[in-house]
Nanobody, 121 residues
Framework: QVQLVESGGGLVQTGGSLLLSCAAS????????MGWYRQAPGKQRELVAT???????DYADSVKGRFTISRDNARNTVYLQMNSLKPEDTAVYYC???????????????WGQGTQVTVSS
């Protein structure tokens, strides 16, 4: 069974930094894109950043220049370095992986359980 386990959330003051990590484990053939999404209270879940297996990245405009996504393919782990945090970054952050369980299977979406990030003003 595939699991995505996130860590690194917490409470930080405006201007501070946090590093989120997400490790995928289980019977996995390959992982294509990995990414981070977030959902603030009363809002829809939104894309924060994604990274392909080849290292191509994409960011939401609101986090460009402040957040950096990276991954360790050997460890099936994706990271999100968040700098210059703002109160509007407060949300539950979810890890996502688009992966294949077998060589012949289609791609599936897997999600982590979410980790709370709170930025105080």
């Amino acid at each position: 069974q595939v699991q995505l386990v996130e860590s690194g959330g917490g409470l930080v003051q405006t201007g501070g930094s946090l590093l989120l990590s997400c490790a995928a484990s289980g019977r996995i053939f390959s992982i294509n894109a990995m990414g981070w999404y977030r959902q603030a209270p009363g809002k829809q879940r939104e894309l924060v950043a994604t990274i392909t297996s080849g290292g191509s990245t994409d960011y939401a405009d609101s986090v460009k220049g402040r957040f950096t996504i990276s991954r360790d393919n050997a460890r099936n782990t994706v990271y999100l370095q968040m700098n210059s945090l703002k109160p509007e970054d407060t949300a539950v952050y979810y890890c996502n992986a688009k992966l294949r369980l077998f060589a012949w299977s289609r791609e599936y979406d897997y999600w982590g359980q979410g980790t709370q990030v709170t930025v105080s003003s």
